[in-house]
């Protein structure tokens, strides 16, 4: 069953600006982590923060974590066109062995 | 060097046929996963391996086979092929179960059942 539900669904901004890109979830996790996807490329790592984590930095990128309300976000500032894909939050779950559960994506466009 | 390469890249096919997608990871990794993302983006893990035993296999039909045959390999094979079979499927890997460190994947088969 799907875990997470990125907001919004597509997104276009100008290069230069800031994109913020947020993911709830339902359940209990060990850890949540970012990816992005280009067109017809396979999804890559971004960025993991754990359940004990509340924020993460990583370049352009900064991920925060808000366990009690289920939610992350992930923020990329002075975003470029090359930034131009999907992204996908995915989460670890708590019991036991269970590999990552995606949610649909943002699209995201950044217009140069 | 390609960490999770799978192979085709591309596979069009009539509906009724069987054929095998491959994929093989160079990143020493002990656990590898087949996912399925649908036309509308969305990823679900299909089958999940750890040292060439299967721990998941989420609800898809027995006509889906995966197969092990060392740790650095998990195959997908299928069996009478369906129009819904159409989708991207993505091999990947990881270093530790349960998704304690990330997952590589590779670059994805485009299946078209015609």
């Known amino acids: 069953s799907q875990q997470g539900e990125e907001d919004p669904q597509a997104l276009s901004i100008q290069e230069g600006e800031n994109a913020t890109m947020n993911c709830s979830y339902k359940?209990?996790?060990?850890?949540l982590q970012w990816y992005r996807q280009n067109s017809g490329r396979g999804l890559v790592h971004l960025i993991l923060?754990?359940?004990?984590?509340r924020e993460k930095h990583s370049g352009r990128l900064r991920v925060t974590l808000d366990t009690s309300k289920k939610s992350s976000s992930l923020l990329i500032t002075a975003s470029r066109a090359a930034d131009t894909a999907s992204y996908f939050c995915a989460t670890a779950l708590n019991s036991g062995n269970t590999p990552l559960v995606f949610g649909k994506g943002t699209r995201l466009s950044v217009i140069a | 060097d390609t960490a999770v390469s799978q192979t085709p890249k591309y596979l069009v096919t009539q509906m009724g046929n069987d054929k095998s997608i491959k994929c093989e990871q160079n990143l020493g990794h002990d656990t590898m996963y087949w996912y399925k993302q649908d036309s509308k983006k969305f990823l679900k893990i299909m089958f999940s391996?750890?040292?060439?035993?299967?721990?998941i296999n989420e609800t898809v039909p027995n006509r889906f086979s995966p197969k092990s045959p060392d740790k650095a390999h998990l195959n997908l094979h299928i069996n009478s092929l369906e129009l819904g079979d159409s989708a991207v499927y993505f091999c990947a890997s990881s270093g530790m179960f349960a998704g304690n460190t990330e997952a590589f994947f590779g670059q994805g088969t485009r299946l078209t059942v015609v």
């Open positions: 359940t209990s996790i060990n850890n």
């Open positions: 391996y750890n040292n060439k035993e299967l721990i």
């Open positions: 923060i754990r359940s004990n984590e």
